[in-house]
Structures are given as structure tokens and as C-alpha cells.
């Protein structure tokens, strides 16, 4: 009976919780909570206990403020980084396509009144605001979502071979289905488990952002404390055995960091996925192209310049290449070659 009332009790505080608390009662949502908060607390127990214990960093702040200002800000800008990447959309494929239908609808809509225009008008035609809006896909303005992703495709693709049987969308080229966001994907690259959300085309430049920010704070976190411990101080032993154990997970959160990091500035360079390289045998459109060529790459400077400043519209949609342009890709490279930039 004791047992029973127990349970009664808590169901009651949960569902008060949950009412008060919304985005509690979904599981997802929760455990997503619950792992933002463990981030902020490790990062709060790593700085704490290093201004707690070192008092020479305390002295040293004293008289360089700059130095500590500099550690905080970068403290700082690594928690909001985090958030904003967990809390970015990654580009899915069902928003793309209503982007898609607004914009032919407001292009239809332009077009009509341009044909109603006098031919007075002192610039000769409207200015189509929907058109400009959706410029990052090439014939929008009279076309549908199937027509569109169709043409990205080799000719003779049947529709059936790039509908998601999950979404029952036409999924563009380098689009995947993610089972824990149970949403398509542009650009789908791996579902981050640490954010809780995908990583693909619209926040893989904030991934990567994060990714460098997080491993330039261990590193100077792990730097801190090798520096603590080597100072001939006295102090307690279970001052050391403490800062030892936090050491420990760090250099290996610091090794992981920096080889994830290195992982996707690679893949930046190359411009590629972690699905393309790691399943790239299995992706259809990838299976005939030997693995030393990268079909997506438009060379470093402009990868580089697409991945920096073109998130602007996270919903550009881009073809597979033709059979020409993968035999000038995997043309092997030469002395002129290098000369005209070809790489780049």
C-alpha cells in the first residue's frame, strides 16, 4: 500500500511537472535537456576547480587580466556556439521543397502583374522580390519539386529510386533520411548524439565552428592544469590526485576533438560528407567513381568559399555530375596543372 501511494505521489509531481514544463514530457526533448546541462556542468567543474586550486593563475590574473579575459571569452563563445548549433536547423528536405511551392507561387504571382504592367513604366519590368529569394534554385519559377530534383539526376532516373519510403518526398541528390529526427536531410553528413540534432547542409559550418572552439579551450584548459601540477607549490596531495583525474578525460576528449576536427576540415577541403566517405560503396550515384575522386569537389578555394559564405540559404540544392566533368576529375594531375590552380 505504502508502495502504491509512493507511485501515486510521484505520477502526480510528474504530471504537474510536465504541465508546468512542456518540453519535458517529450522523451527526446528530455534527454537532449538533460545532456545540455551536463555539458554546462562539466565545463563549469573544469574552470572552477582550476581558479579554485591554482592560486598562481589567481596572482596572474591579477596582474595580466588580459590573459584570463581572453580564457573566459573563449569559455564563453564555446557554450554559445554550442547552443546555436544545437539549436540551428540542419536543412531539412520538407522545409526545402515548401520553399520551393512559396516561391513558384510568388513568381506566378510576379509574372502576372508584370503582364498587366503599362509599357510606360520607367524600368520596364517588376521587380520579382520571390524570384530573387529563391536564386539558389535554377529554374524554380515555373517548375515543381519533382522536376526539380529529377533534373539533378542522370536521365532515365526513375522518381520511385529517390522517394524516401519514411517522408514519401523526393529526396535531391546527397539528401538522407535520419532515423533519430525521423526528417530528411540536405547534405546529411551524421547525427551529432552530443547536440541532439543531424549535422548537414544548413549548420555544418556551425559544427565545425564548434568543433574548433571546444578544442582550442580543452587544449588551453589542459595546458592550465599540466601548469598547476608542475608548479612547486605546497599544497595538498588530494589537491593534485584531483586535478590528475580531471586530467585524465581530458587529454582523451582533447585527442578526440582534434582528430574530429582535422576529420571535417578534410571533408570541407574535399567537399564531402562523413555518409559519403564512410558508405560511399552503398550510395548509388557514388558506387562507379573511384575513391580518389571527389565528384562534389569544385577545388579548395571554392569549397572553402561555398562552405564560409554560402549559408546564407541553406536550402541550395546541388546536381550530380556529369560524365564529363568526373572524367576531368579524375585526370591525373600535372606540372601545368598545378600551375593554372586546377586544384583550386
Not at 48 to 57: A, C, E, M, Q, R
Not at 245 to 252: A, E, R
Not at 257 to 269: A, M, Q, R, T, V
Amino acid at each position: 500500500m505504502v508502495i502504491g501511494i509512493c507511485r501515486s505521489f510521484r505520477d502526480r509531481a510528474l504530471d504537474r511537472c510536465y504541465h508546468c514544463f512542456s518540453c519535458l514530457s517529450d522523451p527526446a526533448r528530455r534527454s537532449s535537456l538533460v545532456l545540455k546541462v551536463t555539458l554546462v556542468m562539466l565545463h563549469l567543474v573544469y574552470v572552477g576547480i582550476l581558479f579554485l586550486f591554482d592560486s598562481d593563475l589567481i596572482d596572474k590574473t591579477k596582474k595580466e587580466p588580459w590573459y584570463t579575459a581572453l580564457y573566459l571569452l573563449l569559455f564563453f563563445a564555446a557554450l554559445v556556439q554550442y547552443f546555436i548549433t544545437s539549436g540551428s536547423s540542419p536543412g531539412y528536405v520538407l522545409d526545402a521543397m515548401r520553399v520551393v511551392n512559396e516561391t513558384n507561387v510568388i513568381c506566378k504571382k510576379s509574372s502576372m502583374a508584370k503582364q498587366r504592367q503599362t509599357a510606360s513604366s520607367k524600368n520596364g519590368s517588376l521587380p520579382v522580390e520571390g524570384c530573387q529569394s529563391g536564386r539558389n534554385f535554377q529554374g524554380t519559377d515555373s517548375t515543381s519539386w519533382t522536376k526539380l530534383v529529377m533534373d539533378m539526376y542522370p536521365p532515365g532516373t526513375s522518381v520511385r529510386s529517390c522517394i524516401c519510403s519514411y517522408c514519401n518526398v523526393e529526396q535531391p541528390p546527397r539528401a538522407k533520411h535520419c532515423y533519430d529526427c525521423d526528417k530528411c536531410v540536405l547534405h546529411f553528413d551524421h547525427h551529432c548524439v552530443w547536440l541532439g540534432t543531424c549535422i548537414g547542409q544548413g549548420n555544418h559550418c556551425k559544427f565545425w565552428w564548434y568543433i574548433c572552439e571546444e578544442s582550442a579551450l580543452c587544449l588551453w584548459t589542459g595546458i592550465l592544469y599540466i601548469t598547476y601540477l608542475k608548479a612547486n607549490t605546497s599544497r595538498a596531495w588530494w589537491n593534485d590526485a584531483i586535478a590528475i583525474l580531471l586530467l585524465i578525460p581530458l587529454s582523451i576528449f582533447i585527442v578526440f576533438l582534434l582528430l574530429l576536427l582535422f576529420f571535417h576540415s578534410y571533408l570541407i577541403l574535399t567537399n564531402q560528407t562523413t555518409y559519403e566517405l564512410v558508405r560511399r560503396r552503398r550510395i548509388p550515384y557514388l558506387r562507379g567513381i573511384p575513391e580518389r575522386v571527389y565528384p562534389f569537389s569544385k577545388g579548395v578555394c571554392h569549397n572553402l568559399y561555398d562552405f564560409c559564405c554560402g549559408g546564407s540559404n541553406i536550402y541550395s540544392l546541388e546536381p550530380l555530375p556529369s560524365a564529363q566533368e568526373l572524367e576531368e576529375k579524375s585526370r591525373p594531375y600535372t606540372c601545368l596543372d598545378v600551375l593554372t590552380c586546377r586544384c583550386c
